[in-house]
């Protein structure tokens, strides 16, 4: 009975989707049995194909050697290189632009540290007795440096190293707060704007600062909008006191 079977079309039953009792069924055999057989065919198929491949000596597929002329070498070859070179210019893409959202980092946190400090610094500019000639670094110039130091305790020191230098970067933060001014007071959405203004004004550089809930209750917002308010504010700010490039890369 064993060799009746047509194991043929019972792959095809079987690959259209009939489970073994209907293909079973269908041959006219109890399930178990052609389970058995099955079974059997595919170990005897197995062997007798490992036999062939054993008596012919035959390699495995993917052990062949494939030949290929100087023509097709070459242009693996160039294929090879021009898929490295777009690798490694999407690689320096990518690490300059994490250079540069890193920078911008960095610009945004010494905005915020130059903002809380801003009446300290204030007040130590009032000793300078030298006039802006003499100094022989600009505002950008102090403001790089601050790039290379990650302790904020070092950066204002640095700044405050002395009075004319203090007054230097006071005076660049007082022009930009007028530049910001004048942007937020032209705005088309003037409003929203010089609401932001006062916001950042009011909490960092106003005669005696308010808290946020005391800025919330002056202009008859939530707290949550006067965060927003200051967070956008001080983005702004980083791209005026620190040039274009303080602009976050995304």
């Known amino acids: 009975m064993y060799n009746k079977i047509d194991f043929g079309k019972v792959e095809a039953l079987r690959k259209a989707g009939w489970d073994m009792g209907q293909v079973a069924a269908e041959m006219g055999m109890e399930k178990e049995a052609l389970e058995d057989a099955v079974s059997r065919h595919g170990t005897e198929k197995e062997a007798a194909m490992a036999q062939k491949e054993n008596k012919e000596g035959n390699e495995p597929l993917d052990a062949v050697p494939v030949p290929i002329t100087a023509g097709q070498l070459r242009d ?6 021009s898929i490295g070179a777009r690798e490694g210019i999407k690689a320096f893409r990518q690490k300059q632009k994490e250079e540069y959202a890193g920078r911008a980092d960095r610009r ?4 915020k540290l130059l903002l809380r400090n801003y009446h300290m610094l204030k007040d130590h500019a009032g000793q300078s007795v030298f006039g802006r000639t ?22 204002i020191e640095s700044i405050k190293r002395s009075a004319t230098r203090t007054a230097v970067i006071v005076s660049h933060i007082e022009t930009m707060f007028r530049l910001y001014y004048s ?17 950042v ?25 006067v965060y927003m308010d200051i967070r956008v504010s001080i983005e702004k700010l980083t791209s005026l006191i620190f040039g274009v490039d303080g602009l976050r890369v995304y």
């Open 76 to 81: 693996i070859c160039e294929k090879s290189a």
């Open 108 to 111: 945004l946190r010494n905005t």
């Open 134 to 155: 003499q100094m022989e670094e600009s505002a950008l110039d102090i403001l790089e440096s601050m790039m290379s130091m990650y302790d904020n305790e070092v950066i």
């Open 183 to 199: 942007y937020c007071d032209n705005s088309v959405t003037r409003e929203l704007d010089m609401r932001r203004y006062n916001a």
């Open 201 to 225: 004004w009011d909490a960092y550089i106003a005669d005696n600062p308010l808290s946020v809930s005391e800025i919330a209750r002056k202009q008859h917002i939530s707290k949550d909008s």
